[in-house]
């Protein structure tokens, strides 16, 4: 079993081996009316669900809870309020039916969507995370060595689609909603600078400052045309970066994990780069991109068949660097 509780979804997965036997997610409304997510409530929100979840998790994948082998759950990166409540409940659940605990990283977890798939990804691969709090690119070199290679100085991708959404007066979380004004709209109407920030990094704070003073001074805009073209450009710069590592690590497997991940036009760029490139292109299934207890539950398991159980001491930290985690020495 795994939960994830790192921001405004409450979720469970269930796996037996790579077979998916219930993915249940809560996704919090609450944070609409803020605009963004307001973490006290985050976690007041995953207490109130995570017990009926639990047992829809379960009624899904016709298990009781004496069946479950594995107990994990996510200790960061995240909201800490957020996280101490599904890490808590992960460990008590574990304590008292006497079945080992594991602690996933939250990116770990999204790359672990990959392996769900019937193709994995070989070994090295090219990973891109894109969500609504990072931006990196990685290179995993093993299962568990990961290398950091860029990742955003500032905005993450996601962050920047719901930021420019809010702009537009679309609610939060804005990708989907960006997305879909963006299928009506002309990707060229509105002239968006690409990012150019140095090496592999990413940089999403100047586009959406463009953005502002666009909407600024043109206040009838259009917000299809300008939903299409803030689209294009933000997936550009994400295929800029990406392109270039892919040539000069000569990758023949590239991942795209995490909330952004879902976007069709994305979708569509990479299909587009990788054959070119001749690489083979990797994302998860739509269910899994977003914050899913599947992921984490996949990621624990294979943590737990390396590494063993995780001490019941293990505390929630809102940041980590992905090769600095336990696995990550060469
Ligand atoms: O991975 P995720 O569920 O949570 C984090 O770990 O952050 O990603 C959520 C992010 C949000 O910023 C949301 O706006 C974005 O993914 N997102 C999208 C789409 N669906 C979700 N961005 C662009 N297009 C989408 N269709
Ligand atoms: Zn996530």
């Known amino acids: 079993m795994g939960l994830d509780t790192s921001c405004d979804e409450t979720a469970f997965g269930i796996i037996h081996d790579r077979e998916v036997l219930a993915n249940t997610v809560s996704s919090q409304i609450a944070h609409t009316k803020f605009g963004g997510v307001v973490p006290e409530l985050a976690a007041r929100n995953h207490m109130r669900v995570i017990l009926p979840l639990l047992d829809s998790a379960l009624a899904v994948a016709h298990k009781e809870l004496t069946d479950i082998d594995l107990f994990c759950a996510t200790y960061g990166p995240g909201l800490i309020g957020a996280l101490l409540v599904g890490l808590s409940f992960i460990k008590s659940l574990s304590i008292v039916l006497k079945k080992p605990f594991v602690g996933v990283n939250h990116l770990e977890a999204h790359i672990y969507a990959l392996h769900l798939e019937k193709e994995n990804p070989e ?8 969500s609504g709090g990072h931006t990196e690119l990685l290179l995993v070199k093993h299962p568990f060595l990961y290398e950091t290679l860029g990742k955003t100085c500032d905005d993450a991708c996601g962050e920047a689609f ?5 702009l537009m007066h679309l609610p939060y979380p804005g990708g989907p909603y960006i997305e879909q004004y963006a299928s009506q709209g002309r990707a060229d109407a509105v002239p968006l600078p690409v990012p150019r920030p140095k090496g592999y990094s990413f940089s999403y704070s100047g586009l959406k400052t463009a953005v502002l003073y666009y909407t600024r001074d043109n206040p009838d805009y259009n917000r299809y045309d300008l939903a299409a073209s803030f689209q294009m450009v933000a997936v550009e710069h994400l295929i800029q970066v990406v392109e270039r590592a892919v040539i000069a690590l000569n990758i023949r497997h590239l ?20 054959s070119k490139l001749k690489v083979k292109l990797h994302i998860p299934d739509i269910g899994f991109c977003t914050d899913n207890g599947v992921m984490v539950a996949m990621a624990g398991a294979e943590r737990f068949r390396k590494f063993g159980p995780s001490e019941l001491t293990l505390d929630a930290i809102s940041r980590e660097r992905l090769d600095r985690i336990v696995g990550s020495k060469e």
């Open 255 to 274: 991942g795209i994990v995490g909330g952004v991940s879902v976007n069709t036009h994305l979708r569509k760029q990479f299909g587009e780069l990788c």
């Open 162 to 166: 719901d930021k420019v959404a809010k």
């Open 123 to 130: 070994y090295p691969y090219l990973v891109l995370v894109v």
